[in-house]
């Protein structure tokens, strides 16, 4: 049950964070299509959260959504620690976009299939939203990266800055050989290996350079966190921590 529970805490703590920080480009987005874009796949990322959040509550008689949202500690908070970052200038946050939408997307194909019927049935809807995700990410940086000399240096020089927070996604959790031999989940270093292969041709027309430094940036996932996410927290639970016990907001 705990290697269910974790997994199912580092995917809705991700898509939870990742959602607030996409929706901080909701008003202030470079163009008009890309603050009603950053702004949709906030929604949807928060609604990914919900639904992982709701078989925790459904099959192991966990908090409700909420609870779990807004109410836990910092070190209780499982995502990695690439989503919690501030969104940054444009290039920041699309670069990122684009090398956490992919893990996200490969995670959800390879659960599709899981042994565990509510999260396969879950990744099978979550993983056509997401088809569209990465097709902006892939789309933005081919353009950008093939774009004038400023464009092409700025998205360089956010994917030197994200790469191995990117890496932090794929830490190893304390149950991979259980969720392994029960067919759950493939494990962290298969999906790893499905991302690079993915990526490095999109990385390539977008005439990018992976960076040779590979140290991943470890830690979120067992509760340790940067300066950035408490901040963030206390945010969020802003209007819910006025009135804890309220139903209707």
Known sequence: MEHLKNLLLRMADDSLIMGHRNSEWTGIGPIMEEDIAFSSMAQDKIGHALALYSILKNEFNMPDPDRLAFFRKETEMLNCQLVELPIGEYDFSLVRHFLFDHADFLRYEMLSTSSFA????????????????????????????????????????????????ALGIFEPSDYEAELIAEKIFDGEKVLQQKWMEKISHIIEKANLKIPSATAPVYGGRKGYHTEHLQPLLTEMAEVISSEPEGTEW
Do not use: C, F
Not at 124 to 134: A, C, D, N, P, R
Not at 151 to 157: K, L, T
């Open 118 to 165: 509510p999260l396969a049935q879950l990744s099978k809807k979550i993983k056509g939203e997401l088809k569209y995700h990465v097709l902006h990410a892939d789309t933005w940086l081919t353009r950008l990266g093939n774009a004038t000399e400023e464009s092409h240096a700025r998205m360089q020089s956010a994917l030197n800055e994200l790469w191995n927070y």
